[in-house]
């Protein structure tokens, strides 16, 4: 997934640390943020930089070309095949399941042999499409395949091995790599109970839930005076409902465009609390960022925030279908200044032991060397 905010930040932990990298993206994706574009030096055999197959607007007209005509996942395969055969690397690392796992499943079963496979779980890829017929079989043979398996949940690591994995674990850490905490905390503005922005993620599909928060948000508009609620990644009928809570019932209410990391950090560090609501997913990074910037998180329980969070207490864990506990546990974030204070300075504590950047670089540079150093013996 190349294009996402998460490889970004996973990539910034090797950074300067002598690997060298080759990003093959499963498409004619958008650049990474701050990775530079090389697909051109990547064809001369330079294994640095981002390889894609068809960049540009003309590649992905050729993808839907090849796509109906020879399946998504073979022709990419073929490709990912060419790739390893060019540029002979140490190990293959797939990020997510649904797409780069599959593919990686695919080009490992038209070869003899590929390099040691880490194969890294993000948010459902386990825990929601296990639970289909298809995308159970391509996650046991994936799990059989792979040598490695990475996840940010403990949930997850549990998962895998009763799906039949038996090769070695990564490190337990989240998929975004981590935060620089001391820049992240230089975006933020004072303690939560002085704040006046409500933080939504605007996720809705599979799994996404945010009209049910903003069905809460609605039902909590008396408690609203003089706030501002703003959606990110607002889905269409989001966007529609939004317009319906600030033309109806006065909401102070927005759906932001695509911010940059730092604003969207230093947003969550304005808002008193931030709610993602979904049936399912990993550990949400945007739960995490809530924490690292003193926002009081409200998260679904089919996420794992149970592992980060004390319900009532550091956060809140709702069901993410059930409109009128989301509305609770908002009414409580908004009317106990102590609640949502208390929680942030133990959040800090949590996020100082578990959220640091350089921390989780040496966590993961060291399973590298690991995962390299067995080809050795």
Known sequence: MPNSPHTAGWLRLLAGRGWRVTVV?????????????????????NPDGV??????AAGRQVERILDRAVGPLTWRAHWLSSVIKRVQPTLIHSL???????????????????????????????????????HRRQIVSILQEADYYGAECHRDVELALGLGFKGQLFPVVPNNGGFDLAWARSLGSGPPSTRRLIMLKGYEHFSGRATNALAAIRDCRSLLRGYAVRVYSAARSVRRLADELRHEHDIDIECLPKLAHGRM???????????????????????????VMGSYPIQSD???AGEWIVHRQTGAIVN?????EISRELELALTHDDLVDVAATANARLADIRLDRASIREIVLEAYSSAAGDLHV
């Open 25 to 45: 993206a499963p498409d004619a994706s958008p650049n990474i943020e701050g990775i530079p574009d090389r697909r051109a030096r990547i064809r001369g055999g």
């Open 51 to 56: 390889a894609s197959p068809l960049p540009g």
């Open 96 to 134: 997510e399941f649904q797409h780069c796992g599959y593919i990686c499943l695919r080009a490992k079963q038209h070869r003899a042999s590929l390099p040691p496979w880490i194969a890294t779980n993000w948010g459902s890829d386990i825990s929601y499409f296990s639970k289909d017929p298809f």
């Open 265 to 291: 950090l230093a947003m969550h560090g304005s808002a008193r609390t931030s709610l993602s609501i979904g049936i399912s997913d990993g550990i949400s990074i945007s739960m995490l960022e809530a924490m």
């Open 302 to 304: 089919g996420s794992c």
């Open 320 to 324: 993410a279908e059930d409109v009128g």
